[in-house]
Antibody, heavy 121, light 106 residues
């Protein structure tokens, strides 16, 4: 059964880069069946899709983040990563990684447990 | 971007009630809607995909319907564990977007 787990700093200084890693277990990140996604949820607010990456390295990201997003895949470690540059307090959120089955319907399942990242000056 | 307008934002109901949550897309998106349930302090979980397909393991009291711009999630007989928050999401095109959420309250 596919499981995902986020890891990374819980506190990031304003203007620095927010970096997170998601470790996939129970399956291969090189599977052609999945995209791998990042989403976030500011405290008390709704969900926002940040971007998705395929094992080949092909990426799709949310234009609202104004090209601050970089994603990568490490097939040897079965991990994928997110870098969000020039972080501000508005980036404070619970960050989730998730699998997105490449069926075309673009749902997100399963999800990691999430990690709260606070951006502070 | 495709906007997903979810209503109501909160809903008071009782155990055993039948409730319906609505999601409206800003443009036609065929059946590319997925629904999630989120319990406090937990990650969202997929309930329904492709508007009306029940995710494995989800109780049959949950059902979805709709196509084009109007979609519904119905819970036929509310159980105590259902009083949490629900989100719709469009998978028609990037950026994938979510509704604002509906919080079910006893």
């Amino acid at each position: 059964q596919l499981q995902l787990q986020e890891s990374g700093p819980e506190l990031v200084k304003s203007s620095e880069t927010l970096s997170l890693t998601c470790t996939v277990s129970g399956g291969s990140i090189s599977s052609a069946s999945y995209y791998w996604a990042w989403l976030r949820q500011p405290p008390g607010k709704g969900l926002e899709w940040i971007g998705s990456i395929y094992y080949s390295g092909r990426t799709y990201d949310n234009p609202s983040l104004k090209s601050r997003v970089t994603m990568s895949v490490d097939t040897s470690e079965n991990q994928f990563s997110l870098n969000l540059g020039s972080a501000t307090a508005a980036d404070t959120a619970v960050y989730y990684c998730a699998g997105s089955y490449s069926s075309g319907w673009n749902w997100f399942h399963p999800w990691g447990q999430g990690t709260l990242v606070t951006v502070s000056s | 971007d495709i906007q997903m307008t979810q209503s109501p934002s909160s809903l008071s109901a009782s155990v055993g009630d039948r409730v319906t949550i609505t999601c409206r897309a800003s443009q036609s998106i065929s059946r590319y809607v997925n629904w999630y349930q989120q319990k406090p302090g937990k990650a969202p979980e997929l309930l329904m995909f492709a508007a009306s397909s029940l995710q494995s393991g989800v109780p049959s009291r949950f059902s979805g319907d709709g196509s084009g711009t109007d979609f519904t999630l119905t819970i036929s007989s509310l159980q105590p564990e259902d009083f949490v928050t629900y989100y719709c999401q469009q998978g028609y095109g990037t950026p994938y977007t979510f509704g604002q959420g509906t919080k079910l309250e006893i």
